[in-house]
């Protein structure tokens, strides 16, 4: 034991360093080990005290003043050096901490824009995340440490598990598939949004939406029979008003023959199926608002006025009178013709962007809205999405509104399908140097303004009880918020990393940390073994 007490002494010294650097670089998951090595090396060097220093005390004297000695006091003041060298640094990491995005994209950063915006906050700003329990959770924190990291001292965030914690999603006022509430100023002028969307671009855009201040008004047509705006029945659009309300947007109820026209402060204008006809120059008030550059969006239903008809043809949309059939088959009924057409082809929009064959959305009762042959000049119309290529115009709509058994028939007079079920009007507006109008094609022109005109052949789509339904919620707040044209909002586009990527867990982490720290501290007390043993093979000759 004697013989080996000595090489304890350095061995617990190889220990006592490696637990002690250890500790100031790994995770809290791995404090476990150095805690092993800090008392590990703490006991083979009492050891050693114990059975060779107290027996070869004169030896030791000798050896702390020789040349070992000095080399040894060297070794040990570089080591401690060093040691501190990594505590400073360490230091400094947590004092500043910045990050260093080395991929060519930026994949694990915000964008400039988003940077910008950040730092310039006046005001407090919380990010509160809801848990999915999906793989999307840890993208979603990773991003919201991403705005936090930016202005540590004006963003705050939060992660929330529904489940151990319900009673936040009503304190925050989180609705079923929401997954992000973003709040802006103090608690008694706070402006607040809510997000079904975690991506950057939207959520950048929530917190501009918010810093630029008052929510923006869209004013909905009243009067002539429309839906009732806070109806909570399954007809009322109480459902949608709350939806805009987490979208930073104001609607309010307008009755157009109180004013001479539109107010100023009018960032789209809604006319929902009305059931009475409009006065004349109460279409005339919302034609013109349109074509100065207004945004105005409507919806009609077979069998209604041909108030939405009559306006939408000045904007180069046709809504055709017929009723929109989809044959089905179901599992125990067999085929079945419905007006219930469910929509997965989308075509390339703004509106539609992010919308798939895994997003439908379901409408009823529907006519179909298409592109008219000619356009008015400048403009340009695009039908947004269409039915399957089984459905058809059903022409005859006595055949089924009169009938005690309503039926559809292809017929010839029929058009086939797919059929397109909505349709935007979109022409840039510009202004000559005295204000006065010019025409689109002027080299000179600065556009300033961009008429648009979205056209839905169905309105039940967006009451109480279907809004909910697969993404038709989702397709009104994108309609409504590409219709207001938050310009100067932000457009991030996708960055990727150059090659593929193989996530690695914590726990795979942890033994990878593990390996590459046990096998050099192994090696080198391998080493010191191998030596001691030369030199006490060397002694006893």
Excluded: C
């Excluded at 950057?200 to 008004?217: D, P, Q, W």
């Excluded at 987490?246 to 109180?258: G, K, Y």
């Excluded at 809604?270 to 969006?297: F, W």
Aim: no cysteine; hydrophobic share 40%.
């Amino acid at each position: 034991m004697t013989m080996w007490s000595r090489f304890f002494g350095y061995a617990g010294l190889v220990v006592l360093l490696f637990g002690i650097l250890g500790s100031l670089v790994v995770s809290t998951a791995l404090q476990w080990l150095m805690f092993t090595h800090l008392f590990l090396g703490a006991l083979l060097l009492v050891i050693w005290a114990i059975y060779y220093g107290a027996r070869h005390s004169k030896e030791a004297r000798q050896a702390l003043t020789g040349r070992v000695a000095r080399y040894s006091v060297n070794a040990v003041v570089y080591s401690v050096v060093f040691a501190g060298i990594l505590v400073l640094l360490n230091w400094l990491g947590v004092r500043y901490n910045e990050r260093f995005d080395l991929t060519e994209e930026g994949v694990f950063s915000l964008s400039s824009q988003s940077e910008n915006i950040i730092r310039n906050l006046k005001r407090p700003l919380k990010l509160v995340a809801i848990k999915q329990g999906g793989a999307e959770d840890q993208a979603l924190e990773d991003l919201l440490k991403l705005y936090k990291s930016e202005n540590r001292d004006k963003v705050s965030t939060e992660i929330i598990n529904p489940t151990t914690k319900p009673h936040l999603l009503d304190i925050y006022g989180m609705k079923p598939g929401q997954l992000l509430y973003v709040a802006y100023g103090e608690e008694t002028s706070r402006q607040e949004s809510r997000l079904s969307e975690s991506s950057e671009s939207a959520v950048t855009n929530a917190i501009l939406k918010l810093v630029r201040g008052e929510a923006k008004k869209i004013y909905y047509v009243t009067g002539h029979g429309q839906p009732d705006l806070n109806g909570v029945n399954e007809l009322g659009l109480k459902a949608l008003g709350d939806s805009l309300t987490d979208e930073h947007l104001s609607i309010q109820p307008i009755v157009l023959a109180q004013y001479e026209k539109l107010p100023a402060d009018a960032a789209a204008v809604m006319l929902v199926s009305p059931k009475q006809p409009l006065r004349e120059e109460e279409r005339a008030m919302l034609v013109s608002y349109a074509k100065d550059g207004g945004r105005l969006l409507m919806m009609t239903d077979p069998r209604t006025t041909d108030d939405v008809r009559t306006i939408a043809a000045e904007f180069g949309i046709v809504v055709e009178s017929n009723v929109v059939i989809e044959p089905v088959v179901t599992l125990f009924q067999g085929p079945q013709l419905r007006t219930l057409p469910l929509v997965v082809d989308y075509t390339t929009h703004e509106i539609t962007k992010g919308f798939s064959e895994q997003t439908p959305t379901l409408f009823s009762t529907a006519s179909s809205v298409r592109k008219a042959d000619n356009l008015p000049e400048g403009a340009t119309v695009t039908e947004l999405f269409k039915t399957s290529p089984n459905a058809w115009g059903e022409t005859n709509l006595a055949a089924i509104f009169d009938s005690p058994q309503p039926s559809a028939d292809l017929e010839p007079s029929d058009v086939r399908g797919p059929l397109p079920l909505a349709a935007v009007y979109e022409r840039a507006i510009a202004k000559s140097a005295d204000g006065g109008e010019e025409k689109d094609d002027s080299s000179a022109a600065s556009f300033e303004k961009i008429s648009r005109v979205v056209v839905f052949g169905d309105s039940d789509w967006i009451n109480n009880a279907t809004i909910s339904n697969y993404a038709n919620r989702d397709l009104i707040l994108n309609a409504l918020n590409t219709l207001i044209g938050e310009e100067g909002g932000v457009s991030i586009g996708t960055r990727q990393l150059r090659s593929p990527k193989a996530p690695i867990t914590q726990d795979v982490m942890v033994n990878l940390f593990t390996t590459s720290f046990i096998l050099p501290e192994l090696l080198l007390l391998f080493g010191l073994l191998v030596w001691w043993r030369r030199r006490s093979a060397y002694q006893t000759l």
